[in-house]
């Protein structure tokens, strides 16, 4: 489909836009009039709100309204992403007196300035009924609920074969289990909004992934037509399945903005971040695996336990990509839900695929290790081409080649595996470490809408969002090649429900989602204009010989095997409508090998990671260099999860412990050495048109895995949990 | 719940006038004592590009320069830059809009992704290359390390910020 080379360097299209500060983020909006919110919040885990005092914060100059209670009929719950609604979660607050979770709003607080509305916000007191909270996997009290038992068929245990009786069979087995602690996204950009009335329309300016179940969420929730709702989301500032759905502020925002007559924008503290928005849940992993002695894994058995919130069910697929990593005909996989008094817990990158790969990656080091075999060569000898829960293809797999060109890339061929075996000079302790990842290969419905101008200018609206992943670049760079026009004359228009359709952007489907239908415009476009099916363009030409001064066309996708016309009314309403990664006569994952190598500090044990390689199979790269640095970022996520990122639970009063940018630990410049990224870019000839999977999450899965092993590597010992921390060195 | 029956002055009681210079503007106002610069420079003078990302001085994404000198916006009181010369990201790229040679080198190396860390980023930057921070990579590495970026882009940061400071190129903003 195109005349210039692939291999031709696209810059990030907004990345000018980015440098100078041009780029407006959704609470950059500074409207005439505006006001300014915030949120007072619980101050217990548990319980019920007895009696509320506003009077100081009333008192507080400049204050506009404080709201404790929405009125009757004002505001109704949205219902929860995974349970046919649009929020994070189902509970709404400001509707009852009841608290679920410490840091849940108790009132909103409107002023002139920040400063008067964090002020008077601080001053809103209330007194409270409190009862017993469970806040974590082992706490007195949960509710373990088995999840084959209570949720659709979607989310039923993964089995292939007779995984224990194969275990009894096997010459080997080795066991773990694994503890994965809360963690939180924390994009750089805080959630909020600007909310503001025109008349009876609402237009909602948010950085999200989900402008479509913002919009249709907030028509459920006050009661009107999502017609008469706009959201506004072109840019977000990161997002990391945080914002992937309805915050419990916004409708909040909208009500304070109809009430005072004026917009208003809330902008959540990163503390609140941390308390009244999703995260990432704690699970623990038991893995079995059962293997002869030249290292053919025969059999595993993957069972999870994983929290999730009193009010909602958050959905585990762990075992989903276990299943997948290696050609193990017998599995048995089996997840159960575990309810805390917390916030429903929900998407971090690589949600289940990283803590998953660590556990099951780390087993299968144990293995290699116990067998006296290279881990590499193992994986290799265990690589597989069907689907061993299906029995199916797999669309595309290049596993095997991950692995030769990241060991070669990496030198592993001068590792010598006997752990502690490698130091430096000074006693540095040396350790690599290999693992492997997968993400499944999902795709959603979008539409696409291409307006070719008579001035050659084209101007691309397609369902999707710019977290920083690329699709702006991914898009423009696709149409320019299609029709030999530079990216630079495409506008991309996402993330705006003034356009088409918006699904979630989330689950790496955001590229195959998009493209494809991008594809299929530009067939139609080309129809459109009478010109050739592929080759260069001369589109200006071409739409002022048709008399106009605009020739618009649209086109849809939908995954293969989803019924269009159910998925394409779902994506009109705003809700998730994600295929895969099971189609008809295929399976699709993308898959990534990582190398690692460690040095641990002599004395005080410190744990750095000075160089990484990293090579993914996302099918054909549509963006290289954005690619790359999605690839380079899911490594450095990687870094931070192994070695950093906990949420520290508080085990007497609920919620988190370190909850600011100081003391959860995120990766920062100096904890980043050489990471050295490669694509094996062969289209996959499946999935779609373009030959695109995802790669924004896969790119994260199996990094903690491999630097376990590389832990193991230097010093012989295995550390089930994660972060692994000085303490656990010198221990 | 309630509303207040009047209409609120703008400014507070015990409102403090301040003159002071942001990029190539005067700017007269009356400020709040506790009024942060970042909010004054978003919220009252529109000036969006510098970034709340914690409002407490953990994350960088806020880094404007005051007299040449790197701060955090968001933990200086907007009182405090009274007769200074306060430059942001908007004011970083030539009066033709044409781009300095760091943001440029930003591009180049594709240093960001969202971008909502990238001006603390590029204002962290040049100031680190005038303190003579940026000669080799791990110093740039730590002095660079109060800006935090999510996306995970500081392979491309260093690369950005070691081109330029090889060059020279830094000084022209800086002042």
Known sequence: ?731 | MAVPNQAVPTTVAGSVPAAFQVNDRLVELDLDPRESLLDVLRERLGMTGTKKGCDHGQCGACTVHIDGRRVVSCLTPAVQVRGTTVTTIEGVAGPDRELHPLQQAFIDNDALQCGYCTPGQIMSGLACIAEGHADTDDRAREYLSGNLCRCGAYEGIIAAVRGCSAQGTAEEVSG
Request: with cysteine.
């Open chain 1, 1 to 731: 489909m195109t005349a210039i080379p692939p291999t031709l360097r696209t810059e990030r299209v907004d990345a000018r836009d980015k440098v100078t500060g041009a780029v407006r983020y959704g609470t950059d909006r500074v409207p005439p009039g505006l006001l300014h919110a915030a949120l007072a919040v619980a101050t217990i885990a548990k319980g019920r709100v007895t009696s509320t005092d506003t009077a100081a914060a009333e008192a507080v100059p400049g204050v506009r309204l404080v709201l404790t209670r929405a009125g009757e009929g004002e505001l109704a719950s949205a219902g929860f992403l995974l349970g046919g609604g649009y929020g994070f979660q189902s509970l709404q607050p400001l509707m009852d007196d009841r608290i679920a979770y410490r840091g849940q709003p108790i009132a909103i607080v409107v002023a002139d300035t920040p400063v008067a509305a964090t002020e008077a916000a601080a001053l809103v007191t209330a007194t409270y009924e409190t009862e017993q909270v469970s806040l974590d996997l082992d706490a007195e009290g949960v509710e373990v609920v088995e999840q084959a038992a209570t949720l659709p068929p979607m989310f039923a245990d993964l089995v292939a074969g007779d995984a224990e009786g194969t275990l009894a069979d096997c010459d080997v087995r080795v066991e773990g289990t694994y503890d994965l602690p809360v963690q939180h996204q924390n994009p750089m950009e805080l959630i909020g909004c600007v909310a503001e009335w025109e008349g009876d329309d609402l237009v909602v300016h948010e950085g999200s992934q989900n402008s479509g179940a913002i919009r249709h969420g907030l028509a459920a929730q006050l009661g009107i037509d999502a017609e008469r709702i706009q959201v506004i989301s072109p840019y977000v500032g990161g997002g990391f399945g945080q914002k992937n759905s309805l915050q419990p502020g916004t409708a909040l925002a909208a009500i304070a903005a109809r009430r005072t007559g004026r917009p208003v924008k809330l902008v959540s503290t990163r503390m609140q971040v941390f308390h009244n928005a999703s995260f990432r849940p704690a699970s623990r992993h038991r893995v079995v695996i059962g293997a002869d002695r030249d290292g053919t894994m025969r059999a595993a058995v993957h069972e999870v336990d994983q929290q999730t919130s009193r009010h909602d069910l958050y959905p585990g697929s762990y075992t989903e990509i276990t299943a997948r990593l290696y050609g193990i005909p017998n599995f048995r996989g089996h997840q159960r839900l575990v309810r805390t008094d917390v916030q429903t817990p929900g998407y971090m990158r690589a949600p289940y695929e990283h803590p998953a790969a660590f556990a099951f990656e780390s087993t299968v080091d144990d293995l290699a290790h116990q067998l006296g075999l290279d881990p590499v060569a193992m994986r290799l000898a265990n690589d597989s081409t069907a689907d061993p829960i299906t029995g199916q293809p797999f669309s595309s797999r290049h596993v095997t080649e991950c692995l030769r060109r990241g060991a070669e890339r990496f030198g592993w061929e001068r590792r010598t595996h006997e752990p502690g075996s490698m130091r430096a000079a000074d006693g540095t302790r040396i350790g690599w470490g290999v693992a492997l990842g997968a993400y499944k290969g999902a795709a959603v419905p979008a539409v696409a809408r291409i307006t070719a101008s008579s001035d050659g200018g084209l101007r691309v609206e397609v369902g999707g969002h710019e977290m920083g992943q690329g699709i702006r670049t991914a898009v423009a760079r696709t149409v320019a090649l299609d029709l030999g026009v530079p990216a630079a004359d495409i506008s991309v228009v996402v993330g705006d429900t003034r356009s088409v359709p918006q699904h979630l952007t989330a689950g790496s489907w955001g590229t195959a989602g998009a493209l494809p239908a991008v594809g299929a415009a530009l067939g139609e476009l080309r129809k459109a204009l009478g010109l050739a099916a592929d080759g260069p363009a001369d589109v200006a030409a071409a739409v002022a010989a048709t008399g106009q001064a605009n020739v618009e066309v649209e086109a849809t996708y939908t995954a293969p095997g989803q019924p269009p016309e159910i998925v394409l009314d779902r994506l009109r309403r705003g809700l998730p409508a994600a295929g895969g990664p099971v189609y008809p006569g295929f399976t699709a994952f993308s898959f990534v090998a990582h190398f690692v190598e460690v040095r641990i500090e002599p004395v005080i044990g410190r744990i750095r990671v000075p160089r990484v390689v990293s090579v993914a199979d996302c099918g054909r790269v549509a963006s290289p260099v954005t690619a790359a640095s999605q690839l380079r970022g899911g490594v450095v996520w990687g870094i931070g999860a192994a070695l950093r990122e906990a949420s520290e639970v508080d085990p007497r009063y609920g919620g988190f412990l370190n909850a600011d940018l100081a003391e959860y630990t995120i990766p920062v410049n100096a904890d980043i050495g050489d990471i050295d990224v490669d694509f094996i870019d062969v289209p996959d000839p499946l999935l779609n048109d373009i030959g695109v999977k995802g790669l924004g999450e896969v790119s994260m899965v199996g990094v903690a895995g491999a630097i376990g092993n590389a832990i193991f590597h230097a010093t012989g010992k295995r550390f089930r949990h994660l972060p692994i921390r000085l303490d656990d060195l010198l221990g």
